[in-house]
């Protein structure tokens, strides 16, 4: 593990469940020179973050002015000084020895940022259980494949750990701060790894609503990759008509499920629609970044 001083940044709001994410945190292999900084703008959140701060000294608590997590993570950019930040949010869970596999990649010089890979959590009874499992698997087969090419550069926001001072701000309104970061600190030479030791768990949506909101979100943030930095992201073509994709589709879903994936399948075609006409329309941030209720 890095000798270097090392913080994680916890970005939340109203979050009930922080106490599940600073536990899985505080029950890991930490270095001596280790933080954990809750970044929150709002009192329940503090308060959780202030109960653990009495018990143990490591935390840290900043308070962000409440205009969502580009901006607090501008705030923990600004303020937080250690070597290597390890960046994650208020509702996910770390597995065991997540944060010594991101750690262990930065002994080489050349490694801006390490991904850790995201495991789903979601009833298997939900009309969207087969989506979320082939969504985890292609994504873990993507990222690998890039990570071993040396062309990965989108990390998880739902957890990675990050050299400080490479990215120093980014764009308060961006839709997706992972890719933002990830697109900055590659764009400098730095090499970006994929751990998939590193596991961090993560709800699902299970409402459509919600799942419908959030993927529209994360494709408007592609969208302004594009135009900001003109770097080729994915587009509705590329993630749709993508053959290996389709191949994954048919195997997780089945013949007897194939409806459900032609069903699931125009949700995510309808998510695509919906971040274009949030572009076209120009929505500001707020109305576009709502919380997803079905997650916490």
């Known amino acids: 593990m890095v000798k270097n001083k090392v913080s994680t940044i916890i970005t939340a709001f109203k979050e009930p469940n922080l ?122 087969e993507i990222r690998l494949k890039e990570s071993k090419k040396g062309i990965f550069w989108h990390p998880t926001g739902y957890l990675y750990a990050i050299r400080n001072g490479i990215v120093k701000k980014i764009p308060s309104n961006s839709l997706s701060d992972d890719a933002v970061i990830g697109y900055l600190i590659k764009s400098k030479g730095y090499q970006i790894v994929y751990e998939p030791k590193a596991k961090v768990y993560v709800k699902f949506p299970t409402k459509l609503l919600d799942f419908i909101r959030q993927k529209s979100r994360t494709r408007a943030g592609f969208y302004q990759i594009r135009k900001w930095f003109k770097f080729k992201t994915r587009t509705l073509e590329s993630e749709m008509f993508n053959w290996e994709n389709i191949k994954t589709m048919i195997k997780i879903y089945g013949v007897k499920n194939f409806w459900k994936m032609i069903l699931i399948g125009s949700f995510y075609f309808l998510a695509w629609l919906r971040s274009y006409w949030l572009i076209w329309r120009k929505k500001p941030f707020k109305k576009i970044w709502k919380r997803i209720e079905s997650t916490k």
């Not at 202030?50 to 935390?59: C, L, S, T």
């Not at 969207?128 to 292609?138: G, I, P, V």
């Open 19 to 140: 106490y599940k994410c600073l536990n899985s945190i505080l029950n890991q292999e930490l270095p001596k020179n280790y933080e954990i900084s809750v970044v929150a703008p709002d009192k329940e959140t503090l308060d959780i973050a202030k109960k653990y701060q009495k018990k143990n000294k490591r935390i840290k608590i900043l308070k962000d002015p409440g205009k969502g997590k580009p901006t607090a993570l501008n705030l923990a950019f600004q303020k937080i000084k250690s070597d290597i930040l390890v960046l994650t949010d208020g509702d996910v869970i770390l597995a065991k020895n997540s944060i010594k596999h991101l750690l262990k990649h930065f002994k080489n010089p050349k490694v801006g940022a390490v991904s850790a890979k995201v495991i789903y959590q979601i009833p298997k009874n939900s009309l969207f259980y087969e989506w979320a499992k082939l969504s985890e698997k292609r994504m873990h």
